[in-house]
Antibody, heavy 122, light 111 residues
Framework: EVQLVESGGGLVRRGGSLRLSCAAS????????MNWVRQAPGKGLEWVSY????????SYADSVRGRFTISRDNARNTLNLQMNSLRDEDTAVYYC???????????????WGRGTLVTVSS | QSALTQPASVSGSPGQSITISCAGT?????????VSWYQQHPGKAPKLMIY???NRPSGVSNRFSGSKSGNTASLTISGLQAEDEADYYC???????????FGGGTKLTVL
């Protein structure tokens, strides 16, 4: 089955760190660009970060740049998000979302995980 | 990095058609054809409904259609059904800055 499964969410103190992971299965992970998208409680979707299939291109939303680090392990079919210096406004459900195949051009997310909740509290 | 602009809510009766707009700028929607639309039911993950402005993924009803004019994209749902009641989000990409963008979301109510 083609799927993405996030893990690593939980309750963390303001200023603390957390590492999210996303396990991919059912498709050739190494050939797809990947993203993290988050959704604060009762709010809309916010794109967080992008990584190309071979990790050659990485980008971040202004709100997390300098604090979050995206990475991937194509041998383990895993996408990661290291989150440091967490703030109250980082509280959200974090979704792993598949982007385009590396041979394609465009921008959309055609496969989503169920998300993992990160709660930042003082 | 500004979000795309969508109406907060729209409504329609079963069988009717509705259109949701998504306003961007010449740096994102107006600069490429990378507009996509997502449907999200409460407590669920988003689902891709339209990509590249007007293309439907396999399995998405042809009642859903997309278009673009200048810096504004639109999603039209025809023959409204109760199951269409959900939140809808547009997304685009600012190529020059490699940044992703989402609209604020539109809550569709089927009366």
């Amino acid at each position: 089955e083609v799927q993405l499964v996030e893990s690593g969410g939980g309750l963390v103190r303001r200023g603390g760190s957390l590492r999210l992971s996303c396990a991919a299965s059912g498709f050739t992970f190494s050939t797809y660009n990947m993203n993290w998208v988050r959704q604060a409680p009762g709010k809309g979707l916010e794109w967080v970060s992008y990584i190309s299939s071979r990790s050659t291109t990485i980008s971040y939303a202004d709100s997390v740049r300098g604090r979050f680090t995206i990475s991937r392990d194509n041998a383990r079919n895993t996408l990661n998000l290291q989150m440091n210096s967490l703030r109250d406004e980082d509280t959200a459900v974090y979704y792993c979302a598949r982007g385009l195949h590396s041979a394609s051009v465009g921008w959309y997310f055609d496969l989503w995980g169920r998300g993992t909740l990160v709660t930042v509290s003082s | 990095q500004s979000a795309l602009t969508q109406p907060a809510s729209v409504s329609g009766s079963p069988g009717q058609s509705i259109t949701i707009s998504c306003a961007g700028t010449s740096s994102d929607i107006g600069d490429n054809n990378y507009v996509s639309w997502y449907q999200q039911h409460p407590g669920k993950a988003p689902k891709l409904m339209i990509y590249d402005v007007s293309n439907r993924p396999s399995g998405v009803s042809n009642r859903f259609s997309g278009s673009k004019s200048g810096n504004t994209a639109s999603l039209t749902i025809s023959g409204l059904q109760a199951e269409d009641e959900a939140d809808y989000y547009c997304s685009s990409h600012a190529i020059s800055s490699t940044l992703g963008l989402f609209g604020g979301g539109t809550k569709l109510t089927v009366l």
